[in-house]
């Protein structure tokens, strides 16, 4: 399982210009805003505040790199989906999102966030699709997997396993809950693993 001893705030990059150019791995986060994705790296990390939560979606802006062990970054992407900015914004953070990942050479993985309590709307299907079209490995995390039942829990993971079946670049799906550390060690152990390189096998 990966361990992190340390994790530093690096940079808010605005543009292509600003990413870190250390070509050290990376995993990238992306999700609708609110879906909890500060919480699941503050989770990781073991840090409280290490990426800002916000009960306003969309708070984070720009693409934020964190150096972590010092050898690798998480990276954490805008909240995409967010109706309260304007149609500018959103296409200026789409831009943002898309210089990255279809370019950014050493990046190893794409943990794509959809939240566990709702079936994956279409803005997440849209993400899985354009990472699979691209050929991005990205493994689905589902969140808030304390917020509902274990039968519902199951079920809803069920369903996303059988969609993720669909794609050739999907790893896997795992379902996580930020409050109670639910396959916390379980996603460290697969992140690790696309760190280093190794072959991604994640049991259903």
């Known amino acids: 399982m990966l361990r992190i001893n340390s994790a530093d705030f690096v940079i808010s990059a605005a543009g292509t210009a600003q990413f870190p150019r250390q070509p050290m791995p990376e995993v ?3 999700g609708r805003s609110n879906v909890g994705k500060s919480s699941l790296l503050n989770l990781l990390v073991g840090r409280k505040s290490l990426a800002k939560t916000s009960s306003t979606p969309g708070k984070t802006q720009q693409i934020n790199f964190f150096l972590i062990n010092e050898g690798f970054h998480f990276v954490d992407l805008p ?10 914004e959103r296409e200026a953070w789409a831009r943002l999102i898309e210089s990255y990942l279809r370019a950014r050479d050493q990046l190893r993985l794409v943990v794509a966030l959809s939240d566990i309590r709702h079936e994956p709307p279409a803005i997440d299907i849209e993400l899985f699709r354009w990472l699979d079209a691209i050929g ?10 304390d917020k509902i039942s274990p039968a519902l ?3 809803r993971r069920s369903a996303m396993i059988e969609l993720a079946s669909t794609y050739a670049h999907c790893v896997g799906v795992i379902a996580v809950s930020s409050a109670t550390r639910h396959n916390r060690d379980r996603l460290l152990g697969v992140l690790g693993k696309a760190l280093a390189g190794e072959p991604i096998a994640i049991e259903a």
Do not use: C
């Not at 909240?79 to 500018?88: E, F, L, P, R, W």
């Not at 991005?136 to 997997?145: A, D, E, S």
């Open 28 to 30: 990238a986060f992306a």
């Open 79 to 88: 909240g995409y989906g967010y109706a309260k900015v304007s149609k500018t």
């Open 136 to 145: 991005r490995p990205f493994l689905i995390v589902l969140t808030k997997h």
């Open 153 to 155: 829990a199951d079920a």
